[in-house]
């Protein structure tokens, strides 16, 4: 492969996996917004706060899949994703301020994300 195609296909790589980080933030983001909505005891104070909150959780998310290939997700991993899914959305509030959720919130909390996530389009892969 010349120099100039091997340049063209980094260059296509690296611009594929920055578009997957930013839609599966956008991703993040509705399915975090539903699910605050829909489970008691998790609230999200404002939509800077959910902004946060969706970076935090896809850089979390990411890091995991990264270092141990598990991806969050109850669907994705059984009860393994589902527990690294309560877990990721409970340790987000100490980063984020405006963003509150108790131990059974996340549990809770990440069934209803599971299941609003199963439905979102795309790939969660990177």
Same mark, same amino acid.
């Given at each position: ?62 890091? %995991? ?46 069934? %209803? ?6 439905? %979102? ?6």
């Amino acid at each position: 492969m010349s120099d100039t195609q091997s340049q063209t296909t980094e260059a296509n790589t690296g611009s594929s996996t920055a578009w997957q980080i930013i839609g599966r933030l956008i991703a993040a983001g509705i399915v975090l917004a539903v699910t605050a909505f829909f489970t008691p005891g998790f609230a999200i104070n404002n939509v800077w706060s959910l902004i946060i909150a969706a970076v935090v959780l896809t850089v979390l998310d990411y890091l %995991i899949v990264k270092f141990t290939g598990l991806h969050a997700s109850p669907f994705g991993k059984g009860f393994v994703g589902f527990a690294l899914a309560a877990i990721i959305l409970y340790v987000t509030q100490f980063f984020v301020a405006g963003y509150t959720i108790s131990w059974m919130a996340a549990i809770i909390g990440a069934l %209803i994300y599971g299941v609003v996530d199963y439905f %979102i389009p795309g790939t969660q892969k990177m």
